[in-house]
T-cell receptor, first 116, second 113 residues
Framework: DGGITQSPKYLFRKEGQNVTLSCEQN?????MYWYRQDPGQGLRLIYY???????QKGDIAEGYSVSREKKESFPLTVTSAQKNPTAFYLC???????????????FGPGTRLTVL | AQSVTQLDSHVSVSEGTPVLLRCNYS??????LFWYVQHPNKGLQLLLK??????LVKGINGFEAEFKKSETSFHLTKPSAHMSDAAEYFC???????????FGSGTRLQVQP
């Protein structure tokens, strides 16, 4: 089965702790994305990566970090610098292409992070 | 700024009646437009997409949307609502030169029996 997996489904963190959210895809997609979703709002882009070993900040990158060492993996670290990290985090991927090429994004099931 | 506006945060219909979810986008030379659906605590699933082909786009589960450039709109419709259609719907735009997507704030569809 091809798809995107995110783990864990639920995550609890104490204030001041860093935590890493996993995202893996076996769709052979070049591009991967991290979004944050808050109640009553659409998704906001945190980081994205168009190719291995390269990534770009999105609209709300402060307090987050990513890596893209492998094509299939794009982990997101929520650092203690993120002031309000409680949210639903969604990972997505799409086929490669230039910036003028738009491809459908496929989404994982999400991770709900709660700061205690 | 590039943006997309979903005109209703909440829509309630009776089962078997038509569904209309409204979306307007800021103008661009060649936007690509999508509708995604999200069931509670789930990821997003693509319903349909417009990429400058036919202006009336048919999607999954009986949904369709019409691209109207003059009105900068991309409203989502379905002739007859089903209970399983109850979910959050997002209108999404991609603009040339910007790889990531711009999301509307979502419309929660409630279907009454």
């Amino acid at each position: 089965d091809g798809g995107i997996t995110q783990s864990p489904k639920y995550l609890f963190r104490k204030e001041g702790q860093n935590v890493t959210l996993s995202c893996e895809q076996n769709l052979n997609h070049d591009a991967m994305y991290w979004y944050r979703q808050d109640p009553g709002q659409g998704l906001r882009l945190i980081y994205y990566s168009q190719i291995v070993n390269d990534f770009q900040k999105g609209d709300i990158a402060e307090g987050y970090s990513v890596s893209r060492e492998k094509k299939e993996s794009f982990p997101l670290t929520v650092t203690s610098a993120q002031k309000n990290p409680t949210a639903f985090y969604l990972c997505a991927s799409s086929m490669g292409g230039g910036t003028s090429d738009v491809n459908e994004q496929f989404f994982g099931p999400g991770t709900r992070l709660t700061v205690l | 700024a590039q943006s997309v506006t979903q005109l209703d945060s909440h829509v309630s219909v009776s089962e078997g009646t038509p569904v209309l979810l409204r979306c307007n986008y800021s103008s661009s030379y060649s936007p690509s437009l999508f509708w995604y659906v999200q069931h509670p605590n789930k990821g997003l699933q693509l319903l349909l997409k417009y990429t400058s082909a036919a202006t009336l786009v048919k999607g999954i589960n009986g949904f369709e949307a019409e691209f109207k450039k003059s009105e900068t709109s991309f409203h989502l419709t379905k002739p007859s609502a089903h209970m399983s259609d109850a979910a959050e719907y997002f209108c999404v735009v991609s603009y040339t030169g910007r790889r990531a997507l711009t999301f509307g704030s979502g419309t929660r569809l409630q279907v009454q029996p």
